[in-house]
């Protein structure tokens, strides 16, 4: 069974820094795009920075600059700087993956658990 298991979220004040993690488990035969999304209390689910399988990043304008995606293998990683409350969320890792499905090779959209961030005022 492929997998996405997430680390690294926590409580933190306002301007400090943390660190999340995703790794892929079990048997892909290729990831073809990781990234992160967010859930705020009571707002939609929203991308906050993507890795494509050739390493092209992109990022929500929200984060520009304060974050950075950074992948390797089957691990994506986010780098949060200069936190602010506005970024209290539930973080969501998310891979595109393919897999054989006995006869057929297939790609298919995974989820993590999500891991909550809260920022403090």
């Known amino acids: 069974q492929v997998q996405l298991v997430e680390s690294g979220g926590g409580l933190v004040q306002a301007g400090g820094s943390l660190r999340l993690s995703c790794a892929v488990s079990?048997?892909?035969?290729?990831?073809?795009?990781m990234g992160w999304y967010r859930q705020a209390p009571g707002k939609q689910r929203e991308l906050v920075a993507t890795?494509?399988?050739?390493?092209n990043t992109n990022y929500a304008d929200s984060v520009k600059g304060r974050f950075t995606i950074s992948r390797d293998k089957n691990t994506v990683n986010l780098q949060m700087n200069s936190l602010k409350p506005e970024d209290t969320a539930v973080y969501y890792c998310?891979?595109?993956?393919?897999?054989?499905?006995?006869?057929?090779?297939?790609?298919?959209?995974?989820w993590g658990q999500g891991t909550q961030v809260t920022v403090s005022s």
């Open positions: 890795s494509s399988s050739g390493r």
């Open positions: 079990g048997n892909p035969f290729s990831i073809n795009g």
């Open positions: 998310y891979a595109r993956i393919a897999v054989f499905r006995g006869l057929a090779l297939r790609e298919d959209d995974y």
